[in-house]
């Protein structure tokens, strides 16, 4: 089935420093969406991408979905301590927004104050 | 966002008991819910993906018999562990779409522990 590949699993960065982690994935995917998960928390939707080449932005967050829409970055700017969390990517794939979400391994950001 | 609220937070139940999970999508019409099962320092897993008023599809290698899904109204799905054993402690997401939201909204995740 498919598979989304997420980098880095963990980044440890101090508070300020812009922050940057990506997906890819071997085959086509219709919509690429980021979600971050607190401890103790289910997944918070953090920006939602629809078409190939979309760049969209959600405060000091942007998200990008690859022109080949294999790979999908997102990137935090100016980290804060609350930025700590565990982020994932999810898409869909084949199926289109009728099938499930494929789910990322995760990327463990921690944030030194 | 759209909201889902996910019931218990938090329970502890006896081996060999059963232990109901609700999941509630309080502004909109959810007609596919998913429940997921998280490990420590895992991604999501899924479980089963159910549609409202039809049996519910489990992915591979998970029991059915075990794991009850009802999805009987457009705003409410249970998860039932039956007679659950410690190794079914874990953390359980439940998430709901609607036909016109491309998203998936998450419940805020229950943990199971079985002693």
């Known amino acids: 089935g498919q598979q989304l590949n997420q980098s880095p699993q963990s980044m440890f960065i101090q508070e300020g420093e812009d922050v940057s982690m990506n997906c890819t994935s071997s085959?086509?995917?219709?919509?690429w969406l980021w979600y971050k998960q607190d401890p103790g928390e289910g997944p918070v939707l953090l920006i939602a991408?629809?078409?190939?080449?979309e760049l969209t932005s959600n405060g000091r967050l942007t998200a990008q979905f690859g022109i080949t829409r294999k790979d999908s970055f997102l990137n935090i700017s100016a980290s804060i301590p609350s930025d700590v969390g565990i982020y994932f990517c999810a898409g869909h794939g084949e199926e289109g927004s009728q099938g499930n979400l494929i789910f990322g391994k995760g990327t463990k950001l921690s944030v030194k104050p | 966002g759209a909201v889902v609220s996910q019931h218990p937070s938090r329970v502890i139940c006896k081996s060999g008991t059963s232990v109901k999970i609700e999941c509630r999508s309080l502004d909109f019409q959810a007609t596919t819910m998913f429940w997921y099962r998280q490990f420590p320092k895992q991604s999501l897993m899924l479980m089963a993906t159910?549609?409202?008023?039809?049996?519910?599809?489990?992915e591979q290698g998970v029991e059915k018999d075990k794991f009850l899904i009802n999805h009987a109204s457009l705003t409410l799905s249970t998860l039932t562990v039956t007679s659950a054993h410690p190794e079914d402690s874990s953390f359980y997401i439940c998430s709901a779409r609607s036909d016109r939201l491309t998203e998936a909204f998450f419940g805020q995740g229950t943990r199971l522990t079985v002693v």
């Open positions: 991408l629809y078409k190939a080449g």
């Open positions: 159910s549609n409202e008023g039809s049996k519910a599809t489990y």
């Open positions: 085959s086509i995917f219709n919509t």
